[in-house]
């Protein structure tokens, strides 16, 4: 089953608040989860991403948890900021393919209120 | 260092036409990836090229073809526009010399079809 099942669909939080987005798949193949920002007009950026050997991974304010057994992933955002307003897509690499091909979650638009 | 670039940035057809999009890959990287974004939706992998060969292909129609230059640019030609291919083009960009690269996104072609 080559999907990512991304929630919630859209999220609002206040400033300073720690939004989380939660991914789930099925493939146990995936061997790389990255997250991509992505603005109104422009195409995604990465984030962050992690490899399922490793169950948390930090870079400034953004925290991957990855939970290996339960093929979840989640996304929080420490000290959200209004900023930080995009939509956000989590994925997943087929790591029996020689090429990269990414499997993208639905997509998450995150709204931070000042 | 220049990123990735797609040109061109807005592109209105008509039904049944012909059309081609353009990718310049990340300076250092020699594969690219081809990704259709519905709006509201996530990325899906179109096909991609490396060593101007179609490496792998995702679940698109033959009516969407393309091709890879020897200095690694790209292009995406679709034939017979339907209505439904009305998307954001996004190319992105790695290196094909290890699984294990992280891949960069143009900031897309936005196509309508009219």
């Known amino acids: 089953q080559q999907q990512v099942k991304q929630s919630p669909q859209s999220l609002i939080v206040q400033k300073g608040g720690i939004p989380i987005i939660n991914c789930a798949y099925e493939n146990t193949a995936f061997d790389y989860f990255p997250w991509y920002q992505q603005f109104p007009g422009k195409g995604p950026a990465l984030l962050i991403a992690?490899?399922?050997?490793?169950s948390e991974k930090k870079e400034g304010r953004f925290t991957i948890s990855f939970n290996k057994s339960a093929k979840q992933f989640s996304l929080h955002i420490m000290d959200s900021q209004p900023g930080d307003s995009a939509t956000y897509f989590c994925a997943a690499r087929l790591g029996s393919s020689n090429t990269g091909k990414l499997i993208f979650g639905q997509g998450t638009t995150l709204q931070v209120k000042p | 260092d220049a990123g990735v670039t797609q040109s061109p940035t807005h592109l209105i057809k008509t039904r049944g036409q012909q059309v081609t999009l353009r990718c310049s890959p990340k300076?250092?990287?020699?594969?690219v990836s081809w990704y259709q974004q519905a709006l509201g939706q996530g990325p899906q992998f179109i096909f991609q090229y490396y060593e101007e060969e179609e490496r792998q292909r995702g679940n698109f129609p033959d009516r969407f073809s393309g091709h890879q230059f020897p200095n690694y640019s790209s292009e995406l030609n679709v034939n017979a526009l339907l209505l439904g291919d009305s998307a954001l083009y996004l190319c992105?960009?790695?290196?094909?010399?290890?699984?294990?690269?992280?891949?960069?996104f143009g900031q897309g072609t936005r196509l309508t079809v009219v």
């Open positions: 300076s250092g990287h020699d594969t």
């Open positions: 992105a960009s790695s290196w094909g010399g290890a699984m294990n690269t992280e891949a960069f």
């Open positions: 992690i490899r399922p050997d490793v």
